[in-house]
């Protein structure tokens, strides 16, 4: 079992609707989580961070977080066509972080 | 301010040579962390310096692969006798505190290609 595991996609959202993107984890001691989004042949840049359970919001993307669950996700309201890229899931303990292979998200018009 | 910048962009190198790969963080950031990543994939952690702290090697896939970082601020990834499955991105990032509680900023990276 991978620490950090996505579904590589590709999700296929069209233009306007709400993209969800699904990251789950293996360690239960696992204490801050990251999203970060990477255009082709671009290099990760970060969107949203969160540390304790339930909803964080930040404009049109919206993270939400369960421990019990073990589970993280990104909703993407509205999206557009410039949310096409490649997201990243990370999860950290300690002085450890790990990343996800990624989930490639394609906004169709 | 100036971000993460790395050096050079692209290297373009013959099997069984060595590479120097350099990492210029953000002024102040202690922590510094080199990953590879190969086409389509996910990020794969190689190694983590934080302040004067010894290095986490962890993640370096072999005795060929090495890392120093000088006055806690430059950090150079050597890469000795390259193959050809070493051809990746290399990606440097850095952040202001401990690994895990800070954001990461990312360099836009050394694209390696041994032929």
């Known amino acids: 079992q991978k620490e950090v595991e996505q579904n590589s996609g590709p999700l296929s959202v069209p233009e306007g609707a709400i993209a969800s993107l699904n990251c789950t984890y293996s360690?239960?001691?696992?204490?801050?989580f990251f999203w970060y989004r990477q255009y082709s042949g671009k290099s990760p840049e970060l969107i949203m961070s969160?540390?304790?359970?339930g909803d964080k919001e930040d404009g049109r993307f919206t993270a939400q977080l369960n421990k019990a669950s073990q589970y993280v996700s990104l909703l993407i309201r509205d999206s557009q066509p410039s949310d096409s890229a490649t997201y990243l899931c990370?999860?950290?303990?300690?002085?450890?972080?790990?990343f996800g292979s990624g989930t490639r998200l394609s906004i169709r018009p | 301010g100036a971000g993460v910048s790395q050096s050079p962009s692209n290297k373009v190198t013959e099997k069984g040579k060595d590479v120097e790969l350099r990492c210029d963080p953000i002024?102040?950031?202690?922590?510094l962390y080199w990953y590879r990543q190969s086409l389509g994939q996910g990020l794969e952690f190689l190694i983590y310096?934080?302040?004067?702290?010894?290095?986490?090697k962890s993640g370096l896939p072999s005795d060929r692969f090495s890392a120093e970082r000088t006055g806690g601020s430059v950090s150079t990834l050597t890469i000795q006798r390259t193959q050809q499955e070493d051809s990746a991105v290399y990606l440097c990032?850095?952040?202001?505190?401990?690994?895990?509680?800070?954001?990461?900023?990312f360099g836009p990276g050394t694209r390696l290609t041994v032929l």
């Open positions: 990032a850095s952040s202001l505190g401990p690994q895990g509680t800070d954001t990461q900023y």
């Open positions: 360690d239960r001691g696992s204490q801050s």
């Open positions: 969160i540390y304790s359970n």
């Open positions: 990370a999860v950290a303990r300690a002085s450890k972080i790990i």
């Open positions: 002024s102040g950031h202690t922590a």
């Open positions: 310096f934080q302040g004067n702290s010894a290095p986490d």
